[in-house]
Every structure is written in structure tokens, then in C-alpha cells.
């Protein structure tokens, strides 16, 4: 409201009441408005108490709650923790293992491949001259094959 509304207001109390009458309004007026806070109050102050054992129970609740998520984000955690350690460590025992073998096919190759290598300088030095074709031998034409 502004404040020409207000004036209007009070100069129409005063024309109604009087200027005597004025003073007993504004205590009563004033009494009212107590009793109206104290009576505010008194709803605040018995809503507080009556909730606060519901408050309590809700807190408790919630408490419970946070407590029985906690653990089993926790519990969680700490399977999956396991079950990414066990899926390691079998991964890592694969892989070794498939390099031992590998390491075996590879051995047993160059094993191969040494012995091949060998052989071949074996031939290559049991020949140490060509061979000369004898003069007087026969062709193959002519030879007789023998009955055992």
C-alpha cells in the first residue's frame, strides 16, 4: 500500500472512532497481534516436537542407508578388484606361456636348421675333389647284371 492510501485509512478510523476511541484500537490492536505471534509460536514449537521423533527415525533411516550402500560399493569394489587381479594374472600366465612354447618351436628350428647346415658342410667337405671318370670303365650298355 502506499502511503495516501494510509492516510486515507487513518482519517477514516479517526471520522468512525473518534481521536478518544484511537488509543483503546491501537492496544487492542497490538494485543491481537500478540496473541496471534504467541499462538504461532506455540504451533512451531508443537510441530517441532511432535515431528522430531519422525526427524529422528528419518535421520536414522538415512544413516542406515548410506551405511548399507557404502559397504556394498565396498564389497563391490573389492570383487572386482579380485576378479581383474585373477583375470591378470591368468592373462599373464597365457602369454608366458605361449612364449615358452614359442621359444621351443623357435629352438627346435634353429636345431633343425643347425643340423641341415651341418650335413650340408659335411657333404660339401667329404667332396674335395670332383669326381674323375675312369677311362677303362664300361657303359652302362654293356654291363651284365648278375643274378644273385
Known amino acids: ?22 488509543p483503546e484500537i491501537a492496544k487492542s490492536f497490538g494485543k491481537g497481534m500478540r496473541d496471534f505471534r504467541k499462538a504461532t509460536d506455540d504451533i ?3 510441530i517441532e516436537t511432535s515431528t522430531r521423533d519422525i526427524r529422528n527415525d528419518f535421520n536414522e533411516v538415512t ?3 548410506k551405511k548399507d550402500v557404502t559397504d556394498l560399493s565396498e564389497n563391490i569394489t573389492k570383487d572386482v578388484n579380485e576378479v581383474s587381479d585373477n583375470i591378470s594374472s591368468n592373462i599373464n600366465e597365457f602369454s608366458n606361456s605361449i612364449q615358452n612354447d614359442a621359444k621351443e618351436v623357435a ?6 636348421a643347425d643340423e641341415i647346415a651341418d650335413n650340408i658342410r659335411k657333404d660339401v667337405n667329404g667332396v674335395t675333389e670332383p669326381v674323375k671318370k675312369d677311362d677303362n670303365e664300361v657303359p ?4 651284365y647284371d648278375y643274378p644273385d
Open 63 to 65: 544413516n542406515t542407508i
Open 107 to 112: 629352438d627346435g628350428f634353429q636345431k633343425d
Open 44 to 46: 512451531k514449537r508443537e
Open 1 to 22: 500500500m502506499s502511503g495516501q492510501e494510509i492516510l486515507v485509512i487513518i482519517l477514516v478510523i479517526l471520522l468512525l472512532f473518534g481521536a478518544d476511541k484511537l
Open 140 to 143: 652302362d650298355d654293356y654291363k
